[in-house]
């Protein structure tokens, strides 16, 4: 008995692709044959006996709900909005006459911020907790229930209405990790106001812009953060940066940090948050349309100019509550702990929005992976609070492994409530997950998004039962929604399993994706839809492999071209990690006479090694030629301190390329640490390289 199912899926310039399943019964078990695919594919794990029309059943949930997410979108998101509180039910799921501007929920109307708050103290569930804020840098714990910060927020949100804030008007948050900024993004939903969450510690030049572009009509802010023990003066930034701005906020609302110096106030324009939070009458929820903007979030990577994300606020609410089980295996009530910052998308979606929409305690962590006080810091916040979940960077596992080697500080703690930790950020090599998997005691999910997506593109979906062991490569399975694809990057042409190439997504992206760039139509259609018509171009380079595993390896710059071979630097970096004594890595092309690039290795040493930096060299060029063979051409290499990195873990790879090559040197605005570079550049000179590098 043969069975066969056959779907059409176009792609560039009208080129049609097939997706073949061929289903053989034999002895009574079902296997699939892969012909050929461009997308995902189905694997055999998902079939089995036939039902009673003949077709065979879905036996795997995950492989059942997101053949129903491609096949049939409106029913599986209007099943999911069904979670939700509506005030006017949508008109239509999915309107998709004008691609890429895609609608969903289109003529509802939806307050995220009803649907985070009020419908849990509605629902009785007032009491429970909805923030807890772990703050080693100021050795406080506090926890808040959605009662208490209901009532902040429309005592907030009174406020900003009362001084003119209306819908749609954009007011800047630059806050700390503190629950006050979680307060003052919900208290501009709930006027239907957009924010724009900037990460706290920002350069002046680079907030100045944010409310220039934004055109903000506030700024809230906090009079200073804490970093590492030490005060950093937001306030003076702020006052900075508004003097530099080509807009002029009318208003600012400043937190005052408790126990430290009070900033000075600029007279009618300056307000402490504990008088406005006084001054401010209670007011109710504004329901917006499912496609307004609930926020703006810049992003540039490591490299670029600042884009302006809008992010429209019903598809983005069904998205996030969906995700929290489906994706991360979230029940309501267990706690939960995305280790990353307001600033970024993470924050965003998986400190704010994502657990409060569906009633999970969620930790905001005011401190560091290592030195706020040690390596242990992790694992005290998810035995103090019985973490079920966490999301972390894989550069902020390498931290504590550099510092803790041996997992001495995790004895010290009962982690048992801990049963998944999400990775992302960037590509989380093999070495890497097996030592977290071990610290941690749980499986170590590797997941891909952009701030682009606003949530994950693949994962592990554990709440649809996806196996918790996926290839060590690989960051899971295609998300439902998302139609993953994988070209030639010049050519555009479909790739086979396992080859290298640009990954792009089928339009229509699934709710919760960005709906355009503020004030820059004409950017978000060339940057991201232009180069491959019917489909949005993630710049991202990977895999995808014959039972649809996605290994996402590096951007698509990323990938060095050595003699016509193309080699991802994440592949490099994986086999130098594999060295006992590496702590951390980067790779990066440099240019070369005769093989057009060859790649240049950045170490950074485990804390404790005595031994020759030579010695680990010339072990780890050992390792990558073993591991990737001669074609690479790694030769070159050297020892680091530090790796410059973003505040979200990203690594700035330009940056030391351009190091290396004597090229001007322009910092990002998001490196932690700028002054990594000086030491990397003595490096560099010592093999031969960055021989007379300016800044730009």
């Not at 399975?477 to 997504?505: C, F, M, N, W």
């Not at 339009?507 to 940057?527: H, I, V, Y």
């Not at 240019?591 to 010339?618: E, H, R, W």
Request: proline share 6%; net charge neutral.
């Amino acid at each position: 008995m043969r069975l066969q199912l056959t779907w059409t899926k176009s792609l560039l310039a009208g080129q049609q692709t097939w997706l073949r399943i061929s289903v053989n019964r034999l002895d009574g078990l079902f296997l699939q044959q892969r012909e050929h695919s461009t997308g995902t594919a189905i694997s055999r794990r998902a079939l089995q006996e036939p039902n009673s029309s003949g077709a065979p059943a879905i036996k795997d949930v995950y492989f059942k709900e997101y053949l129903k997410s491609l096949t049939r979108p409106e029913d599986f998101w209007h099943e999911a909005a069904q979670a939700l509180v509506w005030e006017k039910q949508y008109d239509t799921v999915l309107e998709d006459a004008n691609s890429p501007y895609s609608k969903w929920f289109s003529g509802g109307k939806i307050s995220v911020c009803y649907n985070a708050l009020d419908r849990h103290c509605d629902d009785g569930n007032g009491d429970k907790v909805a923030l807890i804020h772990a703050s080693p840098v100021t050795d406080s714990t506090t926890s808040i229930t959605y009662k208490e910060l209901l009532h902040r927020v429309t005592h907030l949100a009174g406020y900003l209405r009362s001084i003119g804030v209306q819908k749609g008007d954009r007011v800047i948050v630059y806050m700390p990790m503190i629950p006050e900024a979680v307060v003052a993004m919900l208290a501009c939903s709930r006027i239907g106001a957009i924010h724009s969450t900037v990460f706290g510690g920002f350069a002046a030049k680079e907030l100045a812009t944010r409310i220039s572009h934004a055109k903000a009509v506030a700024v809230i802010c906090g009079s200073c953060g804490i970093e590492r023990g030490r005060p950093v003066d937001y306030k003076m930034i702020v006052d900075e940066a508004i003097g530099m701005a080509k807009h002029q906020p009318k208003h600012c609302i400043v937190f005052q940090r408790p126990g430290l110096e009070k900033p000075k106030f600029v007279k009618g324009r300056d307000q402490d948050w504990n008088d406005c939070m006084a001054d401010g009458r209670p007011v109710d929820c504004l329901a917006v349309d499912a496609n307004d903007p609930l926020y703006l979030i810049y992003t540039s990577g490591t490299t670029g100019a600042p884009k302006a994300v809008i992010r429209p606020a019903g598809g983005y609410a069904v998205a996030l509550h969906w995700s929290m089980f489906n994706v991360w295996g979230m029940k309501p009530d267990d706690p939960w702990w995305a280790a990353s910052d307001f600033g970024w998308v993470v924050g965003h979606s998986y400190i704010a929005y994502g657990p409060l929409l569906h009633r999970n305690p969620s930790v905001i962590y005011e401190g560091k992976p290592t030195g706020t006080p040690n390596a242990g810091s992790y694992f005290n916040v998810i035995e103090k609070h019985g973490v079920r979940g966490m999301f972390a960077a894989p550069t902020s596992v390498r931290a504590i492994r550099q510092e803790d080697p041996h997992m001495e500080c995790k004895d010290k703690y009962d982690i048992t409530s801990l049963q998944y930790l999400f990775v992302a950020g960037e590509h989380c090599d093999e070495e890497t997950k097996h030592w977290a998997r071990a610290a941690f005691g749980a499986p170590t999910l590797d997941n891909w998004w952009q701030t682009e997506t606003g949530w994950p593109i693949t994962s592990t979906c554990v709440g649809l039962g996806s196996p918790l062991d996926p290839p060590a490569h690989s960051s899971g399975h295609a998300v439902p929604g998302y139609d993953i694809r994988v070209v030639d990057s010049e050519t555009g042409k479909a790739l086979q399993p396992g080859e290298l190439g640009r990954l792009i997504i089928k339009l229509p992206l699934p709710p919760g994706n960005f709906s355009g760039l503020w004030e820059d139509d004409t950017k978000f259609r060339e940057a991201y839809f232009t180069k491959y018509p019917g489909y949005y171009d993630t710049m991202d380079a990977g895999t995808v492999d014959v039972d649809g595993y996605v290994s996402v390896l590096s951007r698509v710059d990323d990938i060095i071209n050595v003699s016509g071979c193309r080699i991802s630097t994440s592949a490099l970096e994986e086999a130098i990690l594999r060295h006992p004594e590496v702590a951390d890595c980067a790779v990066v092309g440099v240019s070369d006479k005769m093989k057009g690039q060859v790649p240049l290795g950045f170490i950074v040493l485990s804390n404790g090694y005595t031994g020759k930096s030579a010695d680990v060299i010339a072990e780890v060029i050992k390792l990558v030629r073993a591991d990737i063979g001669p074609i690479a051409s790694f030769r070159y290499a050297c020892i680091v301190p530090k790796l410059p990195k973003t505040r979200s873990g990203k690594i700035a790879r330009a940056s030391l390329a351009d190091l290396a090559e004597s090229k001007p040197l322009k910092i990002p605005v998001t490196i932690e640490d700028p002054g990594v570079y000086p030491e990397i550049k003595t490096a560099l000179q010592e093999i031969g390289y960055a021989k007379s590098t300016k800044s730009a």
